[in-house]
């Protein structure tokens, strides 16, 4: 049995969304960056979940699945594009950027829920930049992003959509930071689609690309926490159906959680910083792609056309 339920967590407006028969949950805090915070399966919980909605507030990318428009850092906060300068918001302050896009510390809308006996329990939410004026003061593009989870047995499913509704062509990125919860004591490895690693200083990338070695080679089994990781990759193979994957395996207690994304995903950042966590985060494009001297093809830099709507890429989260 699949359902979609209005609660609260923290005493903020929240839904939950289970599938009873494989006892597995998720719960979204549309309020608070559209952020699903909590991922369970037989009670036990997948992601890094914050302790609160204070502090999820005060440390929005840092818990449960991020979701980063645009992904990253711009260095300065600062770029040109179709002719206008822009300035971001300083949220990095300390390093002099900005980072991880404007979804993520401001409200959402609930769109609709469903259940379906094929499909599962799905929630739908979206973020109006022309909710947030002081969005739109600084990106004058009156977009708005639609994301649909749904919640299969041990599958969550995320499905995004891009709307802008002004004349003028905005530059577009998309990303999400998932933080899977890998403790040292369960021996945990990774792997992922080959792909090269950025160069990069400062987390901001050159434009170059070296070839991943030793334990930051990722083609094959891993230890995850066997070094520092906060590092992109750009992939140089796809899957047989054009996507590509992260896994991550708890070799202590049998578990693989994998991370799916769909051809839209052409770069990969791993992050493990806070201990016991690993976030695979699929990205559209490169951080600072707004500012790179590459090919769009390479950087993964797009535009979305005044008045356009489409897709992006699905992505999915498995689990044994």
């Given at each position: 049995?699949?359902?979609?339920?209005?609660?609260?967590?923290?005493?903020?407006?929240?839904?939950?969304?289970?599938?009873?028969?494989?006892?597995?949950?998720?719960?979204?805090?549309?309020?608070?960056?559209?952020?699903?915070?909590?991922?369970?399966?037989?009670?036990?919980?997948?992601?890094?979940?914050?302790?609160?909605?204070?502090?999820?507030?005060?440390?929005?990318?840092?818990?449960?699945?991020?979701?980063?428009?645009?992904?990253?850092?711009?260095?300065g906060g600062r770029f040109q594009f179709g002719?206008?300068?822009?300035?971001?918001?300083?949220?990095?302050?300390?390093?002099?950027?900005?980072?991880?896009?404007?979804?993520?510390?401001?409200?959402?809308?609930?769109?609709?829920?469903?259940?379906?006996?094929?499909?599962?329990?799905?929630?739908?939410?979206?973020?109006?930049?022309?909710?947030?004026?002081?969005?739109?003061?600084?990106f004058p593009h009156p977009f708005v992003l639609t994301l649909t989870y749904t919640l299969k047995g041990r599958t969550l499913r995320c499905s995004p959509h891009i709307r802008n509704g002004g004349p003028d062509a905005m530059p577009f990125g998309l990303g999400f930071h998932p933080y899977l919860l890998a403790p040292q004591s369960g021996q945990p490895e990774i792997r992922m689609t080959p792909a090269r690693l950025w160069e990069a200083e400062a987390c901001l990338p050159s434009g170059r690309f070296l070839q991943p070695e030793g334990a930051f080679d990722l083609a094959g089994w891993q230890p995850a926490h066997a070094v520092h990781r906060d590092c992109g990759y750009a992939l140089t193979a796809r899957e047989p159906d054009g996507w590509s994957r992260f896994e991550l395996a708890d070799r202590a207690r049998g578990r693989l959680l994998t991370l799916r994304a769909a051809p839209d995903y052409g770069h990969w950042v791993t992050f493990n910083g806070f201990e016991g966590t690993v976030s695979p985060e699929p990205y559209t494009c490169m951080t600072n792609a707004f500012n790179l001297d590459l090919p769009h093809a390479v950087s993964g830099m797009t535009a979305v056309a005044g008045g356009e709507s489409r897709p992006v890429g699905d992505w999915e989260l498995t689990w044994d």
């Open positions: 049995m699949f359902t979609v339920t209005e609660t609260t967590w923290s005493g903020v407006p929240a839904l939950r969304l289970a599938d009873t028969e494989a006892e597995t949950a998720a719960l979204l805090v549309p309020s608070l960056g559209g952020n699903l915070i909590s991922l369970t399966c037989k009670g036990e919980e997948l992601l890094r979940t914050p302790p609160d909605a204070r502090t999820l507030s005060e440390q929005a990318s840092r818990w449960g699945i991020p979701v980063l428009i645009p992904p990253n850092r711009i260095a002719g206008r300068d822009y300035q971001l918001e300083m949220t990095d302050a300390a390093g002099g950027n900005h980072i991880h896009g404007f979804a993520l510390r401001r409200a959402w809308n609930s769109v609709s829920t469903a259940t379906s006996p094929t499909n599962g329990a799905s929630a739908t939410i979206c973020f109006k930049a022309a909710d947030h004026p002081e969005v739109l003061a600084q």
